[in-house]
């Protein structure tokens, strides 16, 4: 049953080889301000963008945009904020708490807003959805223009789990009506720096 | 019961039906927005239709690459013919863990399968955690559109559903409070799910790794807390290489929602150390519809909705006319090849204005495949008798172009001076709710030689 009767069905049934198309990436190029375009586009997605100069500064903005924040999780050398120390041994289930996580992102992407993170940034996989807000310090050098210039850069990685995330969590399920904070995090902010 | 008669149905409450209308059609024109600000649109279309007629041509290797691939990496693969054998596999693996709650994200093809009911008779709890689906889960409803599930509830709908299974106060339907108040339900769902089942967007050969797109968050919230996570998608959902899905993420939320990405676009390749990851590879009917040379290229199709929003009959019939686990035009031409007999009707409920070819970003050629299925149904399916006689008088007086052009004349004549009454008759359905359109003297055809004549 199953694998065999559905490969040879398959067999039987497929049309004669169509040949894969060969993508011209350059046909999506184009001149446009990666950063401006990425910044608008995080707005547009419903997340906040803060820009420091320097690092040391970090920790001073992310303490502006979230004073209450008190059960804090930070994964980035940069950042004293923590006060919860996770670790792989961590369960995922004793994060329901968290009220800020401070994570790296990879990379950005300017066409959609959207920040590459992965295993290797938070190492409980729970820890970007679970956490109540989500900060992402992103390297402005880091970003690129679109989709197809991203799987190149993650081509060769570690391949366990990541993700595009682009904005906080959000639904419109309720009559169309736009709400931000469903089951993930409820509040994004990218800080460039 | 046929399309027309559950449209009926739903155009029972014409306020309902108008809003339903022009939610869709915003839907539709952010949606247009959203693919006029990429460059090479088109080309993308392009690609993902070429890509996918690629993809049905080699399935059978794909599938046994993204097999052993997924399997190399710790995944454990599953086949499954048809909805019983996908139902119990899931059971199996549950039981073998002792799960009894379940958390679930969107999933078609679970819908298709109809898992809930079966997990439901066996004593296991099953949440769905999408918040429209939630919704209509405990409405006790099917989903009326794939992408946005409780599009035909009003607020107030909602609101009252909340206060009997959430015990929330009465908001008037206040989106943010009953959002939130869902939130904190499934948060506790979450926390305490044994498994849970998530749907596929995209399976990659390549690298036995699959990306599931979400905007709340859900599928993500179960498949990291639970010890298990079921992955179920269908045989088409194969891609070659992961570098496609640059192709692919591109065009699915921007044609489904005028997004442009989903909120989480997450590509799972291993499991969590200690937790188990399964994938349920369903065939239910989808090889069959690889031969059909013409209705093929329906397996296109990544469920993005967006000919739903566009289609005029969907817009003004709600999804629940049609009676099928996918709606509107995509599952108009899926649906007959499951169950020609009981979806005889749907091939009909378009206009074949082919608008659902146009925003189709894997371009499949919808509106010629329910011209198409419509061949099949008449020579197949028994139709009404009326329909049969009509259809037969129309030819005949088509044939006889003089007869038809007195015809014409007489009846323009009678529409412009007969009185009111006759002409908005019961008779008339066109001028049920509208008015005719002002009487002219002359016909296409005189206007034409007219014209002509003068140069």
């Known amino acids: 049953m199953g694998r065999e009767a559905i490969l040879n069905s398959i067999k039987k049934n497929k049309p004669e080889l169509v040949n894969i198309p060969k993508i011209d990436i350059q046909l999506f190029d184009e001149e446009i301000d990666l950063v401006e375009t990425f910044k608008n586009n995080v707005q ?20 502006k945009l ?49 920040v590459w993170i992965s295993e290797d940034q938070f190492p409980i996989r729970v820890l970007p959805f679970i956490t109540n807000d989500l900060v992402i310090l992103l390297q402005k050098e880091s970003l690129c223009l679109h989709m197809y210039n991203a799987y190149k850069k ?40 | 019961m046929s399309h027309s008669k559950k449209a009926k149905i739903f155009n029972k409450n014409e306020d309902k039906v108008n809003w339903h209308d022009k939610a869709l059609w915003f839907v539709r024109e952010k949606r247009d927005v959203a693919a006029n600000k990429v460059k090479g649109w088109e080309h993308l279309r392009d690609y993902a239709s070429g890509i996918k007629a690629n993809v049905l041509s080699n399935l059978d290797n794909y599938l046994v690459e993204f097999e052993s691939n997924a399997i190399k990496n710790g995944i454990k693969v599953h086949w ?14 549950l039981q073998k863990h002792n799960a009894k709650n379940i958390v679930k994200s969107k999933s078609m093809l679970t819908e298709e399968c109809h898992l809930n009911p079966y997990l439901e008779a066996q004593g296991i709890e099953v949440v769905d955690t999408d918040l429209g689906e939630y919704i209509v889960q405990i409405a006790k409803e099917a989903p009326s559109h794939i992408v946005l599930p409780a599009i035909h509830k009003t607020k107030e709908e909602v609101d009252e559903l909340f206060q009997e299974h959430l015990g929330t106060t009465p908001s008037n339907g206040n989106p943010e409070y009953l959002t939130n108040e869902a939130r904190k339900h499934l948060r506790s769902k979450f926390l305490n799910a044994d498994a849970a089942i998530t749907g596929v967007n995209f399976a990659v050969a390549e690298t036995g790794g699959f990306v599931v797109c979400t905007n ?87 469920r993005c909705g967006a000919c739903m929003n566009t289609c005029p009959i969907y ?77 037969k008088i129309t030819g005949w007086l088509m044939a006889r172009p003089k007869l038809f052009n007195l015809l014409g004349k007489s009846g323009r004549f009678i529409l412009k001076y007969a009185p009111r009454f006759v002409v908005y008759s019961k008779l008339n359905a066109w001028g049920n709710a509208r008015e005719l359109p002002k009487i002219e003297k002359q016909n296409f055809n005189q206007w034409y030689k007219n014209r002509n004549k003068n140069g």
């Open chain 1, 154 to 193: 993650i081509f060769d990685r570690r391949r366990t789990f990541g993700l595009f995330i682009s904005g906080p969590s959000k639904t419109a399920d309720i009559e169309q009506c736009l709400v931000i904070g469903a089951q993930g995090a409820m509040n994004l902010t990218v800080i460039l720096v």
């Open chain 2, 80 to 93: 499954a013919s048809n909805a019983e054998e996908h139902n119990t596999i899931v059971h199996k693996i």
């Open chain 1, 44 to 63: 547009l997605v419903g997340g906040s963008i803060a820009e420091i100069n320097q690092i040391n500064n970090l920790d001073s903005e992310i303490k």
């Open chain 2, 216 to 302: 709340e968050g859900n599928a993500d919230m179960g498949a990291h807390l639970a010890k298990v996570h079921i992955a179920c998608m269908g045989i088409e959902k194969i891609i070659p290489k992961e570098e496609h899905l640059g192709i692919f993420l591109c065009l699915l939320a921007r044609s489904a929602t005028g997004q442009p990405i989903t909120t989480y676009s997450s590509h799972f390749n291993k499991p969590i150390e200690g937790n188990e990851m399964h994938i349920v590879i369903v065939d239910n009917g989808r090889t069959e519809q690889l031969n059909r040379e013409d209705f093929r290229s329906s397996l296109h199709c990544i």
């Open chain 1, 66 to 114: 979230y004073p209450n924040a008190k059960n804090i999780v930070t994964h980035i050398p940069e950042s004293n904020l923590g006060t919860i120390e996770i670790t792989n041994e961590t369960t995922p289930h004793s994060l329901k708490n968290v009220d800020l996580t401070i994570i790296k992102g990879e990379f950005g992407i300017s066409e959609n807003g959207a």
């Open chain 2, 315 to 391: 817009r003004r019939s709600g999804g629940h006319s049609y009676d099928a686990t996918i709606p509107g035009p995509i599952g108009s031409i899926l649906s007959p090849g499951k169950d020609l007999k009981k979806h005889s009707s749907l091939p009909f409920a378009s206009t074949l204005c082919g608008s659902c070819t146009n925003v189709c970003p894997v371009k499949i050629n919808i509106h010629e495949q329910l011209y198409k299925w419509r061949q099949i149904v008449v020579k197949d399916v028994k139709q009404p008798f009326v329909k049969k006689v009509v259809l």
